[in-house]
């Protein structure tokens, strides 16, 4: 089959033949249809996260059909985890010690055939392309997790306008919050895209929201946002860090932080989140704008989204 692997930091990703993997106890073997690119991809070509084997196949947003069975399955970045531990065993899977990442510690979906454990696979929801759906499951998952940081919160601010956002809008609109976005300064088609998905404000995340905000989630990887987005938050406000790696955080005086604002990261997922997440997706229902590239172009895809040359969501399909 062929695969785009991964062969160390500062290195392309490079198509190869290999012989297609066999699925082992608990395994399904997939044949990939759709795998969304994400920036934590980025950060494994960067060497920001740590890819501990090469060569490794990348990509962890992976929708494929069970070959076995024909059934459309969804692989996110959750692969593995040891069942056993004290986070694993208080709901917290996806803080396990031991945990594998799909794309990461796992081959992942940037190939035309991959193997997944099948207790980590989702079910595609009925009505979803491959295409459309292969944003779901990280970008709408993660994305989703971290909105449900930010509580009842009504003022909901989204500091980066990218794949995680673009789904996350549509799900926040639907529960009846108003969305502000916040782009790269001089980034129109974003601020666009923002106003079209329901956002009620979008902006340049240089500039302060018409109002206070209840909650913000920064999905950009850019520490300088967290004082910003302090700034924009009303007293009891939380601030919820998405991504996977960030640029240090310049240091903020305490009063941005006072009257019991609070900041939180999140990392990875549980699979009861993907559960939910899945359920609510088409009852919204959440329709994702995806670019299409050829597996060999994968490299292009991951080009293109560090330039924020696209809006929306990047997807390979092998
Ligand atoms: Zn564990
Ligand atoms: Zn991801």
Redesign the pocket.
Same mark, same amino acid.
């Given at each position: 089959m062929r695969a785009m692997v991964f062969e160390g930091v500062g290195r392309p990703l490079r198509l190869i033949e290999r012989p297609r993997p066999a699925p082992g106890p608990g395994q399904v073997l997939l044949r990939v249809e759709a795998c969304g690119v994400c920036r934590t991809d980025l950060h494994l070509l960067d060497g920001e996260v740590t890819v501990r084997e090469v060569p490794r196949v990348l990509g962890h947003q992976i929708v494929g059909v069970d070959v076995a069975t024909g059934r459309r399955i969804g692989v996110p970045w959750l692969g593995w985890? @040891?069942? *056993? @531990?004290g986070? @694993?065993t208080s709901g917290r $899977?996806n803080l396990? $010690?031991? *945990?594998r990442f799909t794309g990461c510690d796992i081959d992942g979906g940037l190939a035309e055939y991959t193997v997944a454990d099948t207790r980590f696979c989702f079910p595609i929801p009925d009505g979803y392309s491959p295409l459309q759906a292969a944003p779901l499951l990280c970008a709408g998952l993660i994305g989703f997790r971290s909105l449900r940081m930010c509580g009842d919160a009504t003022r909901l601010g989204l500091y980066g306008f990218g794949a995680a956002a673009h789904i996350i809008a549509q799900v926040a609109r639907w529960q009846g919050r108003r969305v502000f976005a916040f782009v790269r300064p001089g980034d129109d088609a974003a601020r666009l895209f923002a106003l079209q998905l329901g956002a009620e404000w979008a902006g340049d995340s240089s500039v302060a929201p018409p109002e206070p905000l209840d909650a913000a989630i920064v999905f950009a990887p850019d520490g300088a946002l967290v004082p910003t987005a302090l700034r924009a938050l009303a007293a009891g406000g939380t601030l919820v860090l998405g991504g996977i790696h960030m640029s240090d955080i310049p240091s903020f005086p305490y009063e941005l932080l006072w009257h019991e604002r609070s900041i939180r990261s999140v990392a990875n997922l549980t699979r009861r989140d993907g559960e939910e997440f899945l359920g609510l997706a088409p009852r919204v229902p959440v329709r994702t704008q995806v670019h299409p590239y050829p597996l060999e172009a994968a490299g292009q895809a991951l080009d293109d989204l560090r330039a924020g040359r696209f809006t929306g969501a990047a997807v390979i399909t092998p």
């Open positions: 985890t @040891c069942g *056993a @531990c986070y @694993c $899977e396990c $010690e031991q *945990a």
